[in-house]
């Protein structure tokens, strides 16, 4: 899976890029904060669409050809966010008009996304290696390490930049993936695989947990410009820098704990998920606590080093259940995290409550594994 984690990796970038600074800048041209949340969460209602038709839209083509199509929608979706931002900025369309058009396209990017994911879950399912999922996922924490602090370096010189120069990254992965084009493999052609003769309620106990995971990190990852901001009385191109540092601190977490999964690639999921939930839980407890920048990084990092793991836990619990047709209910899910979770983070932010309602959450997460196992 080397061709499609160097993919996965650009893809990541571009998606976490803009996290430092959108809210940011988007704030900036004068959108008010419920506005920026509903961008961001409407868009991610693609998501939503993207893992309902993923696998039916994805069977039309080979791997190759349909991931290069997905990257070309994510190009022109950037595209289209940029646009819509420098004609509002100018005034050549009202706040409505761009609001509607900023929607329309961050929804094409994340459908984009959404679908590559799928992609990748697909190729997994069929190696069912602990070791391939937490390889995919440290790659792709690289992804979130690295987008933001280039996202917040270039918004500390131009806040829009990011905004103006995000597709590059779709582009370039497009670019990697054109050599593969003209491939062909005996997978191309194989049957799809029959789902697992399993009870589908056993996918409840990972698609409680994605959903949940993704929903904090949604909720963070656009929350936390806008906290710093607030918490240290700074404008928003510094704000959107050290958030960005902010962030890169989380990643460094997920990467790490990703790491340690590979040295021991069949640890159960179960085990996995009750420790890495309350890691996680602390580390939104303390981001409650502290209100100086070093006590966001020590905070961050240890939400990462949480949920790292739990990512490929509960992919890898439910893949093992029902196999690949698992892959798109958890991108479902997840989806439904990624597209609440902005407005939820949002809302929660301005009554001082986001980090403490997290922690609530990732406690709760757990209470759902205890009862889980009592009922077997």
């Not at 054109?178 to 996918?203: C, G, N, R, S, V």
């Not at 963070?220 to 607030?230: E, G, K, T, V, Y």
């Not at 029902?322 to 958890?330: D, Q």
Request: aromatic letters at 10%; charged letters at 10%.
């Amino acid at each position: 899976t080397l061709h499609i984690s160097a993919v996965s990796f650009m893809s990541y970038v571009g998606f976490a890029f803009l996290n430092p600074s959108f809210p940011l800048a988007l704030e900036s041209i004068g959108f008010s904060q419920t506005q920026i949340g509903l961008v961001a969460s409407l868009g991610g209602a693609s998501l939503v669409c993207a893992s309902l038709l993923g696998t039916r839209i994805l069977r039309r083509f080979r791997w190759q050809t349909g991931l290069a199509i997905t990257l070309v929608a994510g190009v022109l979706g950037h595209l289209g966010f940029a646009l819509f931002t420098l004609l509002t900025t100018n005034g050549q369309i009202g706040n409505g008009s761009g609001f509607l058009g900023l929607t329309l396209s961050r929804g094409t990017v994340t459908f984009a996304f959404a679908l590559t994911q799928i992609v990748i879950l697909h190729a997994l399912a069929e190696q069912s290696s602990g070791r391939g999922y937490a390889g995919i996922t440290a790659a792709n924490a690289l992804g979130i390490v690295f987008g933001p602090v280039l996202g917040g370096i270039l918004a500390n010189t131009y806040l829009l930049l990011p905004i103006y120069s995000v597709f590059a990254f779709s582009l370039f992965a497009l670019v990697l993936c054109l050599p593969w084009l003209a491939m062909k493999t005996a997978a191309d052609h194989t049957a799809p695989e029959p789902a697992k003769d399993a009870p589908w309620t056993l996918l409840l106990l990972p698609a409680a947990f994605a959903f949940i995971v993704m929903t904090c990190l949604a909720s963070m990852q656009l929350a936390m410009p806008l906290a710093l901001s607030d918490a240290l009385s700074l404008p928003p191109e510094p704000s959107a820098r050290l958030a960005g540092y902010g962030l890169l601190w989380g990643g460094i977490g997920l990467v790490l704990s990703n790491i340690a999964l590979m040295v021991r690639p069949n640890l159960s999921p179960e085990k996995i998920l009750p420790v890495a939930t309350f890691i996680a839980a602390i580390g939104f407890i303390v981001l409650a606590q502290v209100s100086d920048f070093y006590g966001f990084c020590v905070a961050l990092f240890i939400v990462g080093l949480g949920i790292g793991p739990a990512i490929p836990a509960y992919t890898r619990l439910a893949t093992e259940r029902h196999g690949k047709e698992a892959s798109a209910a958890i991108v479902l899910v997840q989806s439904l995290g990624l597209m609440i979770g902005p407005y939820f983070g949002v809302l929660l932010l301005g009554q001082g409550l986001l980090f403490e309602v997290n922690a609530a959450l990732l406690i709760l997460s757990n209470l759902l594994l205890i009862g889980h196992r009592k009922a077997r």
